[in-house]
Structures are given as structure tokens and as C-alpha cells.
């Protein structure tokens, strides 16, 4: 659960030792959810189902309302969390436990749907532009019925952490040179990072081995890995990462930004039908009999 900064220096004294490096590419591809909100989907498409424990990940980015106003109405989750992270706009949450929340630029919210909850997701506007990220992590056969529960974070409570010259991270969740994020959750032991990297910034990440991990640059190109395994990552690309204990990266001349996510992976049997995510078909059509009877 805890990611340490090496920086530029420590970068270029590890030779690349179990650095990292990226052993395919994804492209996000164009489709709609909810009610007709246009998005691009990365994680959750046929190219990439799934990259365990991480089930799904969507990027929203419009600035015409028409795009994305409908939202997405009441509709049920069950088996696994939700992590959205707004850039831009707002987005306000009620669920049927009757709790309320609004998402503005920079925020997060962090939801462990459990053994079920039924809630709606609708943007408001803020001149007309709604940008983030929805992440949906699996949960262990063992808390896929615990409790239903939410955590929403402001971005004032989210911690920036220097990583080295012109490199910082917005901390969403795990441990970075001794500061914890805004979350700590769960059996998977998340890290998730926004990382800012300045033009032609360089650094290097500490990470836990055998920890699942992705990076994918949402402005701007990346160069991943140490030596000649060192390869180029653009902007809407998906970088699915080698096990190691340590990420290389260097921004482009124009700099970026990226999101960076590891997480233990699960090695459990994936039972999927929209958003339900179980073990068997079995639990599937409990969830479904259990939603359609009110016990959510």
C-alpha cells in the first residue's frame, strides 16, 4: 500500500533494477453510459475486459452540455467500488441510504457499493464543462456483501507530494514518503495517483512488486521504463506495466499529466453483468432477484 518517491537521482543509480516497463498499449474506445453521457473507455472494453482488480475505467471530457447532461439516473451496484475523480465541472451524488454529496473540480469520491446500493450520478453545470475519471476496483469474495459505505474527498484534503524536480502527485489513495492519501482501503491495497510532470521532468517511483499497475498520460506523451526497454506513452494511451519495484518516467517537452494505479491483484473467478460484479453466476442472479425485490 505504499509507494515511495526515488526521484531523479536515485533513478540513475538503480541502473534500472527491476524497473518497470510496459508490456502493452491500449487505446480507449468512444461509447455511452447512463443516460447517453459520452465517454471514453479504457478499462471495460473489448480490447482490455478487465486488468485485476481493476474492472473498469471511463474518461469523460466535453465541454457541450448535451453531451453529458442526462447523467446517470438511479441505478444499482453491487460487488465492488467506484472511485470518481473530477477535473472539471460537478457532479452530484444521492443514493437510497439518503445521503448527498457534490463533486466539484478536484474532488473524489470513494464508493464501496458492497453487498448493494442503488444511487444517481447527475453533473451539474460549471461553465459548461464536465471532466474526470470513474474507476471501478473489484472487491475480495469475502467483502463483496459488506456493508454499502461512501467517503467523498475535497480537493483541499487531497495531498500533493513532490516526486522530484518538476514531478508532483495529487495522492487519492495509499502512502507516498511517509504521507498518506486521502484513502486507504481494502484488502486490494491501492495506490492511485494524479501526477503532474513539468517539460522534460524526470523521476522514478517506488512500488510494490507484484502489485497490478497501470499509467495512463490524459495530457501530454511519457517515456516509461530505464535504457532500452524505455518506451513511449501518449496522451489517451493506456500503459499496462511489467511486475517490479520501481517506475521510471519522463515527461515530454510539453510536460503531462497521468494517472498512475497499482493494486493487489485478486486471482478470483469474475462474474460480470453491468453493475453487478460477483464470483458465480449463482451470486449474479441473487443480485439481480435482490435488487428487483427491494433489498438493496
Known amino acids: 500500500m505504499k509507494a515511495e518517491s526515488l526521484g531523479s537521482q536515485g533513478a540513475a543509480e538503480d541502473a534500472g533494477r527491476g524497473s518497470r516497463h510496459l508490456t502493452s498499449v491500449v487505446t480507449g474506445m468512444a461509447t455511452s453510459d447512463g443516460a447517453g453521457v ?14 485485476d482488480p481493476f474492472l473498469m475505467l471511463d474518461e469523460f471530457n466535453s465541454d457541450d452540455p448535451k453531451a453529458y447532461i442526462a447523467g446517470f439516473p438511479d441505478h444499482p451496484h453491487r460487488g465492488f467500488e467506484t472511485v470518481t ?15 448527498v454529496g457534490l463533486l466539484g473540480p478536484g474532488a473524489m469520491q470513494w464508493m464501496t457499493a ?15 464543462l464536465m471532466r474526470g475519471f470513474q474507476l471501478w476496483l473489484n472487491l475480495p469474495a469475502r467483502d463483496k456483501l ?30 507516498i514518503e511517509g504521507r498518506r492519501g486521502a484513502v486507504e482501503t481494502g484488502a ?8 503532474i510532470a513539468e517539460p522534460s521532468a524526470m523521476g522514478a517511483l517506488s512500488v510494490p512488486f507484484d502489485h497490478t499497475a497501470f499509467l495512463y498520460p490524459y495530457e501530454g506523451e511519457v517515456t516509461v521504463g530505464h535504457g532500452e526497454a524505455a518506451k513511449q506513452l501518449r496522451r489517451r494511451q493506456l500503459g499496462i506495466l511489467s511486475l517490479g519495484n520501481r517506475l521510471d518516467l519522463a515527461a515530454g517537452p510539453s510536460g503531462a499529466r497521468m494517472l498512475f494505479a497499482a493494486a493487489k491483484p485478486l486471482r478470483e473467478p469474475i462474474a460480470k453483468y453491468g453493475p453487478f460484479v460477483m464470483n458465480t453466476e449463482a451470486e449474479i442472479h441473487q443480485a439481480i432477484a435482490d435488487f428487483r425485490a427491494g433489498r438493496f
Open 114 to 128: 458492497g453487498r448493494g446500493i442503488v444511487h444517481s450520478e447527475m453533473p451539474e453545470q460549471r461553465d459548461g
Open 146 to 175: 459488506s456493508p454499502a459505505h461512501y467517503r467523498d474527498v475535497a480537493a483541499e484534503d487531497i495531498p500533493t507530494v513532490q516526486l522530484g524536480d518538476g514531478l508532483t502527485a495529487r495522492l487519492l489513495a495509499g502512502e
Open 188 to 195: 486490494t491495497e491501492p495506490i492511485y495517483l494524479d501526477v
Open 38 to 51: 459520452k465517454l471514453t473507455r479504457i478499462i471495460g472494453q473489448p480490447a482490455l475486459p478487465d486488468l
Open 85 to 99: 475523480y473530477m477535473l472539471a465541472g460537478a457532479l452530484r451524488h444521492r443514493d437510497n441510504k439518503g445521503n
